[in-house]
């Protein structure tokens, strides 16, 4: 049995296409450069978000580390004063707190502002956080002394026992 495969591979009655014609060509590579181009920008795209992270974990450790200097400072009024750190590598902050008084014994509602200059960027990073910390330390006498009162009149109150 013999099989004649020439009528269907051939083109048009039998005449034999030779390579591709110049539009397929043209359509084919417009297809490989907008894939190219798409794959390339998706890629810079990706190195861009992965410098940022980097960045952003970085002045976040920072703003942990200088956060420490308020929380484990023991003198309210130098806590008030603020202060300057090396971060190293030419970066420095500087920060403050402004401390206020809670209604509860030795909690204070401390609001803090840092700014870290970098000489990698024309504008520092400037951030303003509000928490409430627990600081025997900085308790005036006078003042913990009268709201121990006032705690213990509440709980007297609570119970039934207080007038």
């Not at 110049?22 to 795209?45: K, Q």
């Not at 603020?82 to 590598?89: H, P, Q, S, V, Y």
């Amino acid at each position: 049995m013999i099989f004649d495969f020439s009528f269907s591979t051939f083109g048009l009655r039998g005449r034999r296409r030779a390579g591709f014609t110049l539009l397929e060509v043209l359509v084919a590579l417009a297809i490989f450069a907008f894939a190219a181009v798409v794959l390339g920008a998706t890629y810079v795209n990706a190195l861009n978000a992965y410098e940022a992270a980097t960045r952003r974990n970085a002045y976040d450790e920072d703003l942990r580390f200088v956060r420490a200097a308020v929380l484990t400072e023991p003198d309210r009024d130098k806590a008030e004063e603020g202060g300057e750190l090396d971060l190293g590598t030419n970066r420095r902050a500087r920060w403050q707190a402004e401390i206020a008084s809670t209604n509860t014994v030795d909690l204070f509602s401390v609001i803090w502002t840092c700014e870290i200059t970098d000489p990698a960027r024309h504008e520092p990073y400037r951030t303003t956080q509000t928490f409430l910390l627990l600081r025997p330390t900085w308790s005036d006498p006078v003042e913990r002394s009268t709201l121990l009162g006032q705690a213990k009149q509440r709980i007297l109150q609570i119970q039934g026992a207080a007038p």
